[in-house]
């Protein structure tokens, strides 16, 4: 059915039985956002040294720039859909589609990179099992394909699932990084823009970069259908989890670099096991590698999560077909969550000649460039909503922010998002020819 602001509110599988409180919200949020950045994004930042850590400055203070709109805009219209639900009751249905698409975009081929991380950290323990691209590849739709199956069942199992993964992740995650910190060489830190570009040109490169591991921030806005007191549970959550997030991720990456030499970093698949080897051994990288596939399936188990919620919004309304609107037995919006397997498996099969690093890089920004998109248009719907409550300077910044972000991109991955958003088009001039969904489809 539709809630009094006519956006879909379908993401529960009932009123009273609403599976989310704020420790699930909060450790969707984390898990979606400590996910494959903090393992990975060392090594594709490594060619700009030290100087990468004015892109993680930049991208923590937009991340909470975002993390607050995100909150104004959940109490505001606490409903289904998160960033799409907010641009279409601000800008109608084609502004809101056109989010929708994006979204729906950065979240399948998110989960192809995030995969793609797994599989490096698997490979870390177990060598021969990534020893080629297909064997690589093969582990990656493995962990993509379980963590579909788990969402299959239904959002309460997914749910507890993700509370878990979440605690394995972020406790270690927190633990290395304090202790790592007295083993850091700074020597490592010099020269500190190693890249030849100016510092500027540094920090727009890295920002995008960056913004992947904080990525996940509004994921608490998306089923805000399926979450208990939502106006209360969804700010405390998009704050809270951005924030341990995004502490525990800017103070791991940063004595990663500090521990592993440069011209060794930009061509490891599992830096941080690299890191740790080097402080305590062997074994040590196994432990870490070990963190780094449990924290990339809490990951992709996420965004499943709202991959599903995504499209099942957008189908409510009538802006994606119809059979994304359909809930199982389990309440699951099961074709949604199957067709976004579905394309995650086949960028990942197009790309697998790629070595991990550069296919990891490569995913990572058209993902990053779709998700930006409707970050700004949330940010932007907050200010024509006349920003009752406050918050209209906060998210002029946090559009202003985005922007900058999406500049950093570079022509190759902003070429393929934008070849993926126009092919929407045709599906948006098809739905709006047909006639209008009845209530509760």
């Not at 975009?105 to 021969?128: E, L, N, T, Y």
């Not at 507890?160 to 394995?168: N, S």
């Not at 670099?257 to 930009?266: N, Y």
């Not at 985005?402 to 950093?408: D, I, N, V």
Request: hydrophobic share 55%.
């Amino acid at each position: 059915m539709t809630n009094p602001l006519g956006v879909s509110d379908r993401a529960a599988p009932g009123a009273a039985g609403k599976p989310l409180g704020l420790w699930m919200a909060t450790a969707l949020v984390v898990g979606s956002m400590i996910g494959s950045g903090v393992f990975m994004l060392p090594a594709a930042l490594a060619p700009y040294g030290a100087a990468s850590l004015t892109g993680w400055a930049i991208a923590l203070c937009g991340a909470l720039l975002l993390a607050a709109t995100f909150a104004k805009l959940a109490v505001h219209w606490p409903c289904t859909g998160g960033p799409y639900a907010y641009v279409r009751r601000s800008f109608g249905d084609a502004a809101g589609f056109g989010i929708a698409w994006s979204y729906w975009i950065s979240i399948w081929s998110g989960m192809a990179a995030i995969a793609v991380a797994f599989a490096g950290s698997i490979g870390a323990i177990f060598p021969a099992l990534t020893a080629t691209p297909v064997r690589a590849a093969a582990c990656a739709l493995l962990a993509l394909w379980t963590c579909s199956v788990v969402n299959l069942i239904g959002l309460r199992q997914a749910g507890r699932l993700q509370v878990l993964v979440t605690a394995l992740k972020l406790l270690p995650l927190l633990l290395f990084g304090i202790v790592a910190l007295w083993f850091v060489d700074a020597g490592h830190y010099v020269p500190f823009n190693p890249s030849g570009k100016t510092l500027p040109q540094v920090a727009q490169v890295t920002v995008i970069l960056t913004m992947w591991a904080l990525c996940g921030l509004e994921v608490a806005t998306v089923p805000a259908g399926a979450i208990r007191d939502p106006e209360r549970t969804i700010p405390r959550a998009t704050l809270l989890g951005t924030l341990l997030a995004g502490i525990a991720t800017i103070l791991a990456c940063t004595v990663v670099i500090g521990l592993v030499p440069t011209e060794v970093l930009q061509d490891s698949g599992a830096p941080m096991a690299d890191a740790a080897s080097r402080i305590w051994g062997p074994g040590a990288a196994i432990g870490i590698a070990a963190l780094a596939a449990v924290s990339t399936f809490g990951a992709i188990n996420g965004w499943m999560m709202v991959c599903g919620q995504v499209s099942l919004a957008a189908a409510g309304d009538g802006l994606f077909p119809r059979r994304f609107a359909r809930l199982d037995r389990n309440g699951t919006p099961a074709f949604g969550i199957l067709v976004g397997s579905v394309l995650a498996t086949l960028l990942v099969i197009a790309s697998y000649s790629r070595s991990l690093v550069e296919l990891f890089t490569f995913i990572l920004l058209i993902s990053t460039s779709a998700i930006l998109l409707p970050y700004a248009a949330s940010s932007a719907a907050w200010l024509r909503s006349g920003g009752r409550n406050g918050g209209r300077a906060v998210a002029l910044l946090a559009l202003l922010y985005s922007l900058f972000a999406l500049s950093g991109a570079g022509a190759e991955a902003l070429g393929w998002g934008a070849v993926l958003l126009l092919a929407g088009a045709p599906v948006y001039v098809w739905m709006k020819r047909r006639p209008a969904p009845a209530s509760g489809v």
